[in-house]
């Protein structure tokens, strides 16, 4: 991975519906280079994919909690995430140290979803139990830093 190379990867993160045109721009790239490098990176395994990210308060979502999932077995990262990623209200997950296996971020309309969201959590196959906390009001929200 080069300077390039970074160059296309803020550029995609930034906008993942940037034109060649405009990732060669930033890159220092004609639009043709810039298409084969960002080829290249997909196909490297570098870039897994391109997504929308929806405000989850456009869909009025705003009923939050933090899920800590129990899971029986050893199941592995990749096999957490294959069982997660097709809950919507699942917005970040991550293994952790400590007796939860992993914690979750979850959004929802109100009560009645978020729970509904998380027996969807607890019927996939690795998980054995839940605990949840839900936010009351959000102190400190910083922006991730992207590359």
Known sequence: MDTIDEAIIRCVVRDARATYAE???????????AKRRLDRLVKSGAIRGFTAI?????LAWHTEAYVEIYCTGNPTP??????LEDI?????????????DAMLHMLAADIPHLELAIQRVRATGPVDRTESVIVLSRLLSRPRIQV
């Open 23 to 33: 990732i060669g721009k930033e890159a220092g790239l004609s639009p043709s280079a």
């Open 54 to 58: 929806v405000d989850p308060q456009s």
């Open 78 to 83: 990749a096999e957490l995430l294959k069982a």
């Open 88 to 100: 919507p209200e699942v917005v970040d997950a991550c293994t952790v140290s400590g007796a939860a």
